[in-house]
């Protein structure tokens, strides 16, 4: 048991600059959290619409379903930033060559 830990932080905020959409993500994306980071994607009408993971810690098979399901509702419209530990469970999951995520 691990007492006096920290519970993880989660966020999901998002910023509009014309008809474009910043969604910017912070902490672990889980079965918890996951329809928070979709939901907040889909909240303003945006001709583009990025999804920033870079500060993502953690992500598992809840969010990938939530980014899969953005992706199909807003086809050429979604760029996504992961971060490292995304970019890895996105790469063993088949989703690593995806026209959505940077390639940076």
Known sequence: MDQG?????????AETDGDQLR?????????ATADTMFQTALRE????????L?????????????????AQRLPGALTVLPSRQVR??????????QAWLDPA
């Open 5 to 13: 830990a920290v519970p993880p932080v989660f966020s999901a905020t």
């Open 23 to 31: 969604v910017r993500v912070v902490g672990e994306v889980d079965m």
């Open 45 to 52: 009408p945006a001709a583009r619409v990025t999804l920033d």
């Open 54 to 70: 870079r500060a993502v810690t953690f992500f598992d098979s809840a969010a990938i379903h939530a980014l899969v399901r953005l």
């Open 88 to 97: 890895r469970v996105l790469e063993i999951s088949g989703l690593g060559e």
